[in-house]
């Protein structure tokens, strides 16, 4: 009881750390040293953190498993909503500082479109779905469990939800700038109306065990043994034992490519287009197209296979890595050293956590 104890904290803090050390870190948003902060880290943890916890909470609660893959990508683009449009105002600011070439581009009724469908499927993946995922990866013994108890999750709810004052005052502070009424009621309705769809939406197969647990594959092992007894020289063990091993690892070196250029040309066409003042509708097209089939893909891929954890591993990681190399090729000097060095870290960490529990597994 200990043991799954201290799991369930190992397993929450990773998403409190690595929530904001990828959304707001590996994305090139905030260098190293402002990142560390301690008053700007406390901040980025109470927003990215405790939003990304929040979300695995709730997707735990509702559907019973942390890689119910629909309801997590509502819960992601409105976690993206309530960040960019309700705290920050990105959205609509005309002017907010990370704009660049989108500044003005694809704008209209108040609403930066371009920028608002890059960054709510940026926060969906990068600061909500990654994060959930390496954790539950991690911790696989305790993926299906609830890590925070109601007395814990209640208060990180409603700090989530007052923190947004102080984010509030700081953009106000720093533009002066204020949505209109409309805008700003609009994204609080698709805010919460992707919240009720994602409890309300019934998603089969949400329930996803990793694998077989140990007890089961010895007795499918010792049936096998039994039956074919006289037509094998070499008897089937936990180790030699993969009906499906093969099929799975396809998939998962396949979603891991397919993430990877996924991640490319969401990021080419948000940053290309704009910048050679391409028809505004061209991104949104490309970006919602080319996420909708990596997800269909994914989803099946899910379904079709029984060790869904690391099918759905492999391709955060493929996304994953192409911000990492994001980093290092656009990010500061500093950013690029300890940052790379702190994702690679982050990734080997992950798979040895994860392939440690395998063995003891198998051992068991």
């Known amino acids: 009881m200990q043991k799954e104890k201290r799991q369930k904290i190992f397993g929450s803090t990773l998403i409190l750390i690595t929530s904001p050390f990828i959304g707001e870190g590996l994305s090139t948003s905030s260098p190293f040293l402002e990142f560390i902060q301690p008053i700007n880290f406390i901040l980025l943890?109470?927003?990215?953190?405790?939003?990304?916890?929040?979300?695995?909470e709730l997707t735990i609660r509702w559907k019973q498993n942390g890689f119910a893959l629909i309801t997590l990508v509502l819960l992601g683009i409105a976690y993206g909503c309530i960040e960019e449009g309700l705290y920050l105002f990105s959205f609509f600011n005309p002017n907010w500082h990370d704009l660049d070439n989108f500044q003005g581009y694809g704008r209209f009724y108040g609403v930066n479109w371009v920028w608002t469908i890059y960054l709510a499927l940026f926060h969906m993946v990068y600061s909500i779905i990654i994060p959930i995922v390496f954790a539950q990866s991690a911790f696989p013994t305790i993926q299906e469990k609830k890590w925070l108890p109601n007395y814990l999750f209640i208060p990180m709810i409603i700090i989530f939800i007052l923190g947004g004052g102080i984010w509030f005052f700081y953009v106000y502070k720093e533009f002066q700038y204020l949505p209109g009424?409309?805008?700003?009621?609009?994204?609080?309705?698709?805010?919460?109306?992707?919240?009720?769809?994602?409890?309300l939406i019934p998603e089969k197969n949400s329930k996803f065990p990793s694998e077989k647990s140990s007890k089961q594959r010895n007795q499918q092992i010792e049936e096998i043994n039994n039956t074919n007894n006289?037509?094998?020289?070499?008897?089937?063990?936990?180790d030699n034992y993969s009906p499906i091993r093969h099929r799975t690892n396809a998939f998962a070196i396949l979603h891991l490519f397919v993430s990877f250029i996924w991640a490319v040309v969401f990021f080419f066409s948000a940053f290309l287009f704009p910048s050679y003042n391409s028809p505004f509708y061209i991104p949104i097209i490309v970006q919602l197209i080319t996420t909708i089939l990596w997800l269909l893909l994914l989803k099946f891929s899910l379904i079709k296979t029984r060790d869904r954890v690391k099918i759905i591993l492999f391709a955060m990681t493929g996304a994953y890595a192409f911000l990492y190399l994001f980093n290092i090729v656009v990010g500061e000097i500093l950013s690029k050293f300890v940052y790379g060095f702190l994702g690679f870290v982050l990734v080997i960490v992950i798979f040895l956590v994860r392939r440690k529990k395998q063995k003891i597994d198998i051992v068991k």
């Open 45 to 56: 943890v109470m927003l990215y953190g405790f939003g990304a916890l929040i979300v695995r």
């Open 181 to 199: 009424i409309t805008e700003y009621l609009g994204c609080l309705f698709v805010t919460i109306a992707l919240i009720i769809s994602a409890w």
């Open 230 to 238: 006289n037509y094998s020289d070499e008897p089937l063990s936990q």
